[in-house]
């Protein structure tokens, strides 16, 4: 090739190969299904909000290898009052890693991401479940 071709295709290659490497460290974003409390039984206790699903994105820390919390989005509108618990579990599936909480002081509209802090971040390789907790108001 020419000398001023490679120059020009040079830079193109990179953005190229940068635009590659930025999709693949994209942050996953993943639907939860919320379980119903009582589901199956004979007395069904109504999830508040009447939510069914809930979408969860990690939010990293200053290194991206460490989680400082989510952001968490439910597909009904939430009431004032309603506390949402955030726990990630390590791969024994029962010791907690991380942890936090929030307490609407409005409604939350439906879709609508409201950011939880954990109290110390987590390392990703550490994490393998994430479980999402409702509660409503005056329960």
Do not use: C, H
Request: hydrophobic share 45%; charged share 10%; no cysteine.
């Amino acid at each position: 090739m020419k000398r001023s071709v490679k120059r020009r295709v040079f830079p193109l290659v990179i953005a190229l190969v940068v635009a590659v490497v930025g999709a693949a460290l994209a942050v996953p974003t993943f639907n939860l299904n919320v379980q119903q409390i009582g589901e199956g039984g004979p007395q069904t206790i109504t999830v508040p909000g009447g939510v069914a699903t809930a979408t969860v994105n990690w939010v990293l820390d200053t290194n991206p290898d460490y989680v400082k919390g989510v952001s968490v989005s439910f597909d009904q509108t939430l009431s004032s009052g309603t506390t949402i618990y955030v726990k990630v579990y390590a791969s024994d599936g029962t010791t907690i890693i991380a942890q936090g909480s929030t307490t609407l002081s409005s409604d939350l509209n439906a879709n609508t991401p409201v950011e939880i802090d954990f109290a110390n971040s987590v390392e990703i390789k550490n994490m393998n479940t994430v479980a999402v907790v409702l509660v409503g108001p005056n329960q």
